[in-house]
Nanobody, 124 residues
Framework: QVQLVESGGGLVQTGGSLRLACAVS????????MGWFRQAPGKEREFVAG????????LYGDSVKGRFTISRDHAKNTMYLQMNSLKLEDTAVYYC?????????????????WGQGTQVTVSS
């Protein structure tokens, strides 16, 4: 069983930066494709970023492309999401997710394990 724990959320002003972390336990990170999703109140869960088992073949949602970067540290069994140039519309609960498959995906129903989420609030 894979356990995922996010951290790093908080309150930031527009234009600022945050780095989210997702600590993986129970399995080796390198066995899994990983992803970040977010969900704002009243909206559907949205794909933010993903990669494959090696940390390659990175995928990004259109709304974050060029501003967010997904990365991972296999030695620490941890995945990251660096978020720069934050906008009001980036406010959401951010979730990390893992696939049983080594291949990345944009579709939330293809992820098997989820963290509890961390709140990111961007203020003006």
């Amino acid at each position: 069983q894979v356990q995922l724990v996010e951290s790093g959320g908080g309150l930031v002003q527009t234009g600022g930066s945050l780095r989210l972390a997702c600590a993986v336990s129970g399995r080796t990170l390198s066995n899994h494709a990983m992803g970040w999703f977010r969900q704002a109140p009243g909206k559907e869960r949205e794909f933010v970023a993903g990669d494959d088992w090696s940390g390659g073949n990175k995928l990004y949602g259109d709304s974050v492309k060029g501003r967010f970067t997904i990365s991972r540290d296999h030695a620490k069994n941890t995945m990251y999401l660096q978020m720069n140039s934050l906008k009001l519309e980036d406010t959401a609960v951010y979730y990390c997710a893992a696939r049983s498959s080594p291949f990345g995906s944009r579709w939330y129903n293809e992820y098997n394990y989820w963290g509890q989420g961390t709140q990111v609030t961007v203020s003006s």
